[in-house]
Nanobody, 121 residues
Framework: QVQLVESGGGLVQPGGSLRLSCAASGSIFSINAMGWYRQAPGKQRELVAVITSGGSTNYADSVKGRFTISRGNAKNTVYLQMISLKPEDTAIYYC???????????????WGQGTQVTVSS
C-alpha cells in the first residue's frame, strides 16, 4: 500500500507565496516521477509541474517563472514553491507519484487526497 500525503495549502492574498509538500510512503522500490496537478471548480485536472527521478522538470506555461518543483532530501518527497500567486491559481492541488514500482514488481500511479489553495483578497 502506497500513500501520498500533501500539506501546505491555504488562503493567501494575490502576490503571496505558498509551499506545498508531498510525502510518499509504503512499500516503494522506486518512483519514476512526482508531480503536482490542480483542478479548479468546473475545470479539468491539469498538470502544474513534474520532476523525474533524474531531476528533469516540466511546467505548465501558466506557472513558469512563478512555481518551482523540487525533490526533498527525504526519500520520496516533493515540494512546490509558489510565488506571485494569482486568483486563477485557486484550485485543489493534487500530488501524483508516477510509475511507482512496489512489492509485486509492477508499477502503478498514485494520487494524494488534494490540498486546497485559495488566492483571494
Amino acid at each position: 500500500q502506497v500513500q501520498l500525503v500533501e500539506s501546505g495549502g491555504g488562503l493567501v492574498q494575490p502576490g503571496g507565496s505558498l509551499r506545498l509538500s508531498c510525502a510518499a510512503s509504503g512499500s516503494i522500490f522506486s518512483i519514476n516521477a512526482m508531480g503536482w496537478y490542480r483542478q479548479a471548480p468546473g475545470k479539468q485536472r491539469e498538470l502544474v509541474a513534474v520532476i523525474t527521478s533524474g531531476g528533469s522538470t516540466n511546467y505548465a506555461d501558466s506557472v513558469k517563472g512563478r512555481f518551482t518543483i523540487s525533490r526533498g532530501n527525504a526519500k520520496n518527497t516533493v515540494y512546490l514553491q509558489m510565488i506571485s500567486l494569482k486568483p486563477e491559481d485557486t484550485a485543489i492541488y493534487y500530488c501524483k507519484a508516477a510509475k511507482v514500482i512496489v512489492l509485486d514488481g509492477y508499477s502503478y500511479d498514485y494520487w494524494g487526497q488534494g490540498t486546497q489553495v485559495t488566492v483571494s483578497s
